[in-house]
């Protein structure tokens, strides 16, 4: 069974219009979920809205999205308002402009999301945009409302599809010199670069999503498994920073490691075949 589409409309490229679908590419549903329980009984609690200032519960029907003024007025926004002050149709992927893949900022990505055709007459159109993008190795940037927001989607033909990732706003992006302005720049030992280069060419891999192993939830799980038969988890030792001056030792103890991983191992040596005697011909 296909997957359901979130959300549905149309990808403009100038005058060619292709209706499309967009499919959540990454999934949270094989994660531990937790709820909120009382600890006294072990019920469930529920979330209850209550008023700030008369400490009354409100209802769903009288909860309504609002913003306080510096001067303290509060405005109510009704979801109607809020829709018609958007700018744009909130069923157009309008196309902007077209970039090299390799201009992407994998910094601005966000969310990945598949894009699909929506019907069956849409198929042609799908693949001039797909086979266009993937022949001059582009990717295009459009503008839609997702979600109730003004996004900004890249669009790059991926095999037989679309993969469409919503983009942070430059605002939205930390500058990186504000975080990075205190980091010092030490001198290095040749010694220490040249381990630390062969480590890296000694471990050096390709992008395989399937080795990638989630930790965490896996830890919670043996965390439920080991609370609910009464065994609390043995507790686990922290990591100790290498200090400065047990640098350079690490990282030739690092290099030898890796070396002893990456050696292939050699074949057994087969013992060479023994050599019929020669006959003697009759004379």
């Not at 959540?24 to 937790?34: D, H, K, Q, V």
């Not at 909860?63 to 405005?75: D, L, R, W």
């Not at 799908?126 to 890249?154: E, H, M, N, Q, W």
């Not at 930390?174 to 302005?181: H, K, N």
Request: with cysteine; glycine share 6%; proline share 5%.
């Amino acid at each position: 069974m296909a997957a359901r589409a979130i959300w549905k409309g149309y990808l403009e490229i100038g005058e060619l219009v292709c209706p499309v679908a967009l499919h959540a590419a990454a999934s949270t549903a094989e994660r531990i979920g937790f709820h909120i329980l009382n600890r006294k009984t072990g019920h469930r609690v529920e979330r209850v809205y209550v008023d700030a200032e008369t400490e009354t519960t409100v209802e769903r029907a009288d909860q309504v999205k609002g913003y306080t003024t510096k001067e303290g007025k509060s405005v109510l926004l009704e979801p109607e308002e809020i829709a018609a002050a958007v700018p744009e149709g909130d069923k157009l992927l309008r196309v902007e402009a077209f970039l090299d893949c390799s201009e992407v900022d994998t910094l601005y990505l966000d969310r990945p999301y598949y894009l699909t055709p929506a019907e069956k007459g849409a198929e042609a159109a799908f693949a001039v945009v797909r086979d266009g993008l993937a022949k001059r190795k582009v990717a295009a940037v459009a503008r839609a409302v997702l979600f109730r927001r003004v996004r900004s989607v890249l669009v790059r033909a991926v095999g037989d599809g679309l993969v469409a990732h919503t983009l942070e706003y430059d605002h939205e992006v930390r500058d990186a010199d504000t975080v990075f302005r205190d980091v010092t720049a030490p001198r290095i030992d040749k010694e220490m670069l040249d381990l630390a280069e062969h480590i890296i060419r000694t471990k050096r891999g390709k992008f395989d999503p399937t080795r990638f192993e989630d930790r965490y939830d896996e830890a919670l799980a043996e965390l439920v498994k080991a609370k609910a038969a009464g065994k609390p988890l043995p507790a686990r030792p922290e990591p100790k920073a290498t200090e400065p001056v047990d640098l350079l030792q690490a990282l030739r103890d690092s290099t030898k490691a890796a070396g002893r991983r990456a050696a292939p191992k050699k074949k057994a040596r087969k013992a060479p075949a023994k050599r019929a005697a020669p006959t003697r011909k009759a004379g």
